[in-house]
């Protein structure tokens, strides 16, 4: 299926149970074209799983889900092994090996569950036991947090939240969509999302984002613009090279669902805060935030 018309038909289908939030369609679907994971963050109640969940429904792929709570085990998320009646080792799978792994409230897991899923969001891979075993094909996590000052949370190390491909930050919906979100869910039982592509396609989608131009001018902004929030008077931890990495891969899979054979520094730009936000620690005297830093650090950044 031609990548294009395949992102428009997910996007429909979304947007049946949606109100509001195409930016974030979009922006779930490019990280699930460029094969990696996303982070959606935002106060509860503001359709984050619910999005997340009905796209999953869009594609005839197999769905796991995951709640955070204070007490859950890696066990209960990549499985475990036991011995059976016969005294064989039996391999339990947990949720983990699905195609989309839907990680809700990640920030109220302890540090010793978030830190092991290290190995399956980087490796695409789970050790159970003396097993390594590979991870589905094509595997997604799209994981949720609340904001820190939600009771219950805790800080996610920088070495997990670097795993994630983008961090995007799901506000509340305009007045307009609040009414289209009453309407929406007044006759919610009559809605039926359809299954509108495979994970046929989006392993075929993933492949063809290799085949997307990157050219030279482009390739220099991107370098420029990490290396600039290593400098920034308000950083304290800028960039690391793997954010290079995600705005070549993001702004190929942008350039593939919109029809388009080569990149763009305005690709670049789009997609700044959701490749940058998680992965800058700014000073806690700064004032502006992270969002604002980059904001100022695109703004002022030439791309010549």
Known sequence: MDPKEAYEKVF??????IAGN????????VALTANGHILLEGVPGIAKTTMTKTMAETIDASFGRVQG???IEISDIIGYAYLDESHNVVLKKGPIFNNMLLIDELNRMPPKTTTALLEALEERQVTIGNSTLPLTKPFIALATQNPLNIEGTTQLPKVLTDRFLMRVEVTYPSMEEEEEMLRIKE????II??????KEDILEMQSLVNSIEMPDEVENYITKLVEATRKDIHVV????????ISFMKCSKAKALIEGRKSITIDDVKYLAKAVLS?????RATGGIGVGGIINGIVATLPSG
Do not use: C, W, Y
Request: proline share 5%; charged share 35%; net charge neutral.
């Open 12 to 17: 429909q289908e979304v947007k049946k149970h």
């Open 22 to 29: 195409e930016e974030t369609i979009k922006l779930i679907f």
């Open 69 to 71: 709570m204070p007490d």
């Open 187 to 190: 006759k919610e039982e009559q």
């Open 193 to 198: 999302v359809n299954k509108v592509i495979g």
């Open 237 to 244: 931890m800028g960039a690391s090279p793997r954010a290079e």
């Open 278 to 282: 998680h992965r800058v620690v700014a």
